[in-house]
């Protein structure tokens, strides 16, 4: 299984010209040494580089070097664009506050104006019902008055009738008067 392994892996040669290289059955140990090297040169390099930062960081603070001025520029405009995005976030924030003051506001008045309707619905339902039950009163008033007329006419229609029928009758003026008194009293 590892023969086959080794035999799908190796690389093909791409010359035209040249002859095919005989393919190894082992895997070449000399590849993978090579890839090893080739590994610890890059972190060599690297470690290189970063001891140049360090250096370059450490440098005295009058001379700075590319590097570090680079840093430092970067560093700045990434401040400047923290700081500036800071205060649009910032006055973003302000205008949020302020239109929600603005939206309680605008709720608490219109609360307030729901408020004073109702109060006012209420106190004209008051006065249209104090208003109606005076109409009512004078009305009751009227119709007692009314009836008190109509009686009092009545009786003196009353007698009147019975004052005719007893002249008719011959009866003297100061007789008919005191039968009258008699009775439908004064």
Do not use: C
């Not at 609360?111 to 008051?126: G, H, I, N, V």
């Amino acid at each position: 299984m590892r023969i086959e392994q080794a035999q799908v892996s190796a690389p093909k040669s791409t010359s035209r010209t040249a002859p095919a290289a005989p393919r190894n059955l082992v895997p070449n140990m000399h590849q993978v040494s090579s890839q090893q090297s080739t590994v610890s040169s890059v972190s060599s390099v690297s470690s290189v580089q970063s001891s140049s930062v360090q250096s370059s960081v450490s440098a005295p603070p009058g001379k700075s070097s590319g590097l570090t001025a680079a840093y430092e520029a970067s560093s700045m405009k990434k401040l400047l664009f923290m700081q500036s995005q800071l205060k649009l976030d910032s006055k973003q924030y302000a205008l949020e506050v302020q239109d929600w003051l603005e939206a309680k506001e605008d709720r608490k008045a219109k609360q307030e104006r729901a408020a004073k309707r109702e109060a006012l619905k209420q106190e004209r339902a008051y006065r249209a019902a104090d208003r109606q039950e005076q109409k009512e009163e004078r009305a009751q008033e009227r119709a007692e008055r009314q009836a008190i007329h109509d009686f009092q006419e009545e009786e003196r229609q009353v007698r009147i009738k019975v004052a005719s029928k007893w002249l008719k009758q011959g009866h003297s003026a100061s007789k008919i008067q005191l039968m009258l008194q008699s009775t439908f009293g004064s």
